[in-house]
């Protein structure tokens, strides 16, 4: 102890008793950065824009980067059915009907020959009256890639028929079975793909303008609006979803086309999502209405609704995408669910829900148990978007 | 107090009633024509007559020659009175084709709320007590499962598995015999016989959904100041979360409810038709597909129903838990 003390008497001069403490201020132009450099790192950090924290933030969170990359693949094969898929939708073989999984084989008797299939030999079980099929491992068929396959219209404009993949010379490819009329099961979830994820994409949208819109005027007009919008939200929620969609869905005329009934069953799916979102923009709007620079405009004459969309919404928009995408999910079933019990899309419309319509008797799964495949991408979708929505919703707010 | 909050809770609840039986009336209205045009028209092309006073007797009981606020106002006190009107398609008043289903409905509803408890209590609690442990992922992750996976898809699964590995089919809630037969202990246990496989399937996502709302509530009780001074002062860790922090968490369990029994209605109608229990759901797919807009309404208004009460019901015994909201009079989350 003594010895400490001792050290820090011989270090610090003190000047004689009475006699001014030297001036230790300095002159000099203070530059906090020479004091404080930055690494490069922490200036990046410093000067990104509000999206790039984001990016960074959200890129942590792995199973949400895996899930975005899972979307994104799933949504390109939607875009690109017509390539990808090895039948047309509708193209019947007539002869193959029910057929069970087709498996792709690449040798034959040890020798590599390169992807080929099977082909099927029909019979029809006399006792049940079931069409069976034997696998002729005789006669391997090598797979045609790059091929020209079923006519078709690629997104309704461009006419073509090249294709990834095709069925062999003279034989058939079913990789996931064939239904009822003998159509590929496979080539119809590709195409419903497309049905069933657009439809996600437009209900959300329609959720998304209603609950911008409804809760936008709520939290910015508060008082009474709010009160009754509130209610009417607290409404709309405790009603039980499922059995409203099937009301409001069963009342569309039954001469209605298929498309009309597509955008039907679209603005019915959002009618009723859009309280979450509604709920988010309210809270929202009644924190931010104070803020200055919404007296600002409002000073400078800005009408609410300008004031709402362009100085209000932006500033939390990422946190209206993050719920958004969670709403996207719900939607998709809602649309798989309507038309699996035949109150969604008909026929020719075909979607994953249209699909599993067809498995809705337990018998016939049980028979054929191909039919519940489209089962697969409805799940593996909506778990996607569960955690990519997750991540969205961490990485909203970078500055947390 | 508390009796002053549940009064106003009930006074809350008439408007929501309300307006709710104003929408479903209005979408049950919106098809073009009325039942009676049709059935008109059928029989004057078959060229009955018989059937002519039949057809204006119905229209003027059940109001057709009035207008539309008239109609609704008549629908509305009518199923106050219990009355629940008539059936078009089966020619009979919606009571008599009702019989078992609506009891049944909210048999269903009501254990799937006992299941999802008795299930997401001690996983919620596991989940947050263990947190990052192999068991909190698993069971995360088994509960994300549950979420994500449609109700009706898990139902065609589970009948699908059952066909397959013990060749029986799990549909149906009661034996046919016992169907539209007064309640008794035998009729009892063929339900409870049945009810298991509807009760899993319909609560998975609700489950699902509140072992990580109890999680998450756990976890931030179990940061707070005074579980630290409980655990710091000697308490044994089940003690210490027995007495604060599960009883925090206990709130939001109750409130969930409020949250999740829509979808848990909404859940036991889709499985109904896909297991062929004897609920309203099939009953209710059926008159909308033909258009028996009556009996659908009576329905749609009998399930809004049964949610806003279980919403009270779930309202009322927060306010007994926690005297903060009888004070405040609104749910706090």
Redesign the interface.
């Known amino acids: 102890m003594s010895q400490i003390l001792q050290a820090q008497a011989s270090t610090i001069t003190l000047p004689p008793e009475g006699a001014p403490l030297p001036h230790t201020a300095s002159t000099a132009p203070f530059e906090p950065n020479a004091v404080e450099v930055m690494t490069p790192e922490q200036e990046r950090v410093y000067l990104a824009s509000q999206w790039q924290l984001m990016w960074w933030k959200f890129r942590r969170h792995r199973l949400a980067v895996i899930s975005g990359v899972v979307i994104l693949i799933i949504y390109a094969t939607a875009a690109f059915a017509e390539f990808l898929a090895p039948y047309h939708y509708t193209t019947r073989n007539t002869d193959f009907i029910r057929a069970p999984r087709q498996e792709v084989h690449l040798f034959h008797d040890g020798s590599l020959i390169g992807p080929f299939v099977y082909p099927y030999v029909q019979r029809l079980n006399m006792e049940n009256l079931k069409r069976e099929y034997d696998v002729d491992r005789t006669r391997p068929q090598k797979l045609r890639f790059f091929c020209r396959g079923d006519d078709y219209l690629f997104w309704g404009m461009i006419p073509g028929n090249l294709r990834l993949v095709c069925a062999p010379e003279g034989g058939t490819l079913f990789l996931l079975g064939s239904d009822r009329l003998g159509r590929d099961m496979l080539s119809r979830i590709l195409y419903g793909g497309r049905i069933s994820l657009s439809i996600g994409l437009l209900g959300v949208g329609v959720s998304f303008v209603l609950g911008v819109i409804i809760g936008g005027i709520a939290g910015y007009y508060g008082g009474k609006v709010d009160l009754v919008v509130q209610?009417l939200i607290?409404?709309v929620?405790?009603?039980?979803?499922?059995?409203?969609w099937?009301?409001?869905a069963?009342?569309m005329?039954p001469s209605w086309s298929p498309l009309l009934v597509y955008f039907g069953i679209t603005v019915i799916l959002g009618l009723m999502d859009w309280t979450g979102l509604a709920r988010a923009v309210r809270s929202k709007l009644l924190s931010l209405r104070e803020e200055d620079y919404v007296v600002a405009a409002q000073l400078m004459g800005a009408k609410p609704a300008r004031i709402i969309g362009l100085h209000l919404v932006p500033g939390f928009m990422s946190h209206l995408i993050a719920s958004a995408t969670i709403t996207i999910?719900k939607t998709i079933?809602g649309e798989?669910?309507l038309s699996?019990?035949?109150?969604g899309l008909r026929p020719p419309i075909t979607s994953w829900g249209v699909m599993?319509n067809e498995?809705?008797n337990?018998n016939v799964?049980?028979l054929y148990?191909w039919l519940?495949y489209p089962?697969v991408p409805?799940?593996l979708i909506?778990?996607a978007f569960?955690f990519l929505g997750d991540g969205l919703r961490d990485a909203a707010d970078p500055y947390r | 107090m508390l009796l002053k909050y549940i009064l106003k809770r009930i006074l809350v609840m008439i408007?929501?009633l309300l307006?709710?039986s104003a929408?479903?009336f209005t979408?049950?209205n919106?098809?073009?024509g009325d039942y009676f045009e049709t059935l008109a028209a059928e029989m004057q092309a078959q060229g009955e007559k018989a059937d002519m006073s039949r057809i204006e007797f119905l229209k003027k009981e059940y109001g057709f020659d009035k207008p539309v606020h008239e109609r609704y106002f008549w629908w509305v006190t009518g199923l106050l009175q219990g009355d629940m009107g008539y059936s078009f398609e089966y020619q009979r008043p919606v009571r008599e084709i009702v019989g078992d289903r609506l009891m049944l409905t909210m048999i269903v509803s009501f254990f799937t709320i006992i299941f999802t408890w008795i299930v997401a209590f001690p996983i919620g609690i596991y989940s947050a007590t263990h947190q990052y442990s192999w068991g909190d992922y698993g069971l995360t992750f088994v509960g994300?499962?549950g979420?994500?996976?449609?109700h009706?898809?898990l139902a065609?699964?589970f009948?699908?598995m059952a066909?397959?590995w013990f060749g029986t089919?799990i549909?149906g809630l009661v034996d046919p015999q016992y169907l539209n037969q007064p309640m008794s202990w035998a009729k009892a246990a063929s339900v409870l016989e049945h009810l298991w496989i509807p009760v899993i399937i319909i609560g998975a996502g609700g489950t699902a959904g509140m072992i990580r709302s109890v999680r998450a509530n756990l976890l931030d009780e179990l940061q707070k100041q005074y579980y630290v001074t409980a655990r710091a002062k000697g308490l044994p860790p089940g003690k210490a979360l027995r007495k604060y922090p599960l009883r925090m968490s206990l709130n939001f369990f109750v409130s969930d409810i409020?949250d999740i029994l829509?979808?848990i209605?909404?859940?036991a109608?889709?499985v109904a038709?896909?297991l062929s229990l004897q609920t309203t759901g099939p009953l209710?797919?059926r008159a909308?597909?033909s258009?028996d807009m009556y009996l659908?309404?009576s329905?749609?208004m009998f399930?809004?129903f049964l949610?806003?009460i279980g919403?009270l019901i779930s309202d009322i015994a927060l306010a007994i838990l926690d005297p903060r909201i009888r004070l405040q009079g609104a749910a706090t989350k």
């Open positions: 209610r607290e409404i929620q405790s009603l039980p979803h499922i059995p409203l099937l009301a409001l069963s009342i005329p999910p079933l798989t669910a699996f019990l035949g109150l599993l498995a809705q337990i799964v049980a148990p519940l089962v409805v799940i909506i778990l569960n | 408007p929501t307006i709710t929408l479903i979408v049950i919106l098809p073009e994300l499962i979420l994500a996976v449609p009706f898809l065609l699964v009948m699908y066909n397959v089919s549909g409020g829509p979808s209605v909404s859940g109608e889709i038709i896909v209710l797919i909308l597909q258009q659908a309404g329905f749609l399930l809004s949610t806003v919403v």
